[in-house]
């Protein structure tokens, strides 16, 4: 028996497909969820200026492009987290989805079970009332980067860095053991759930994603370290 969901989260559903579009849209409303569904992207925008929904699931064509402009116009204005529904399966596609500030990645067709079983993970995972508590939080320090975990904080040479739920879960994961190694396996399962385990291309996105926002020089990072064939170490703190 399906679990009802926590507090009737809002989602929005953005896909010109109306028929996958309703199909997705029945079956969360059915466990509780509050749902709006969109079929262009200007409609969101406008909703989302009297407030946020709690995920968005965005539908993208065979042609990604408009779509991948759309979500990243998305991720500049707001940290919510974000699905994306796509027919194109190849790596590059998700790699492309996820650095352009997706949370997540489901190709099409999919089992509905799966669509609600990431939902589900999504949104346990951003709930702050749902938030593990911190334990043994510190503070990070190295150079000009700042990470306060108690606060979920991070400054770059005095500067707020803005980051994404799963940004901070993966950086979270890298501080809490600065200076070891963490497999792409348990940081995979720290930022997006014990329900996730072979999609390492997320990792490898997202490690990216921060490296621009952390390093001075992404390219010849200082501070998020790969060690081939093993996952990412943080430089130790001083």
Do not use: C
């Amino acid at each position: 028996m399906q679990q009802p969901a926590t507090a009737g989260h809002l989602i929005y559903i953005v896909d010109d497909d109306a028929a996958i579009g309703r199909l997705v849209s029945v079956n969360l409303e059915a466990r509780g969820y509050r749902v709006k569904q969109f079929d262009h992207d200007r409609a969101v925008m406008a909703a989302m200026e009297t407030g946020e929904p709690d995920l968005i699931i965005l539908g993208l064509t065979i042609n990604q492009t408009g779509g991948l402009e759309t979500l990243s116009r998305f991720r500049r204005l707001s940290s919510v987290p974000i699905m994306v529904m796509s027919v194109r399966h190849e790596t590059n596609a998700k790699l492309a989805a996820l650095e352009a500030g997706a949370d997540d990645y489901i190709t099409k067709p999919f089992l509905i079970e799966e669509v609600l079983a990431r939902t589900r993970a999504i949104l346990r995972r951003s709930s702050p009332d749902l938030a593990e508590p911190i334990r043994n939080a510190y503070a990070y320090r190295w150079g000009e980067l700042r990470v306060d975990l108690q606060g979920m904080r991070v400054t770059l040479g005095g500067d707020m860095v803005r980051l994404t739920g799963r940004e901070w879960g993966l950086l979270k994961m890298l501080v809490r053991n600065a200076g070891r190694v963490v497999s792409s396996r348990q940081l995979l399962q720290e930022a997006w759930g014990p329900e996730y385990g072979s999609e390492g291309d997320f990792v490898r996105a997202y490690i990216a994603r921060l490296r621009r926002k952390l390093e001075p020089d992404p390219k010849g990072p200082r501070f998020i370290l790969l060690e081939r064939g093993l996952g990412y170490r943080l430089t130790a703190g001083n």
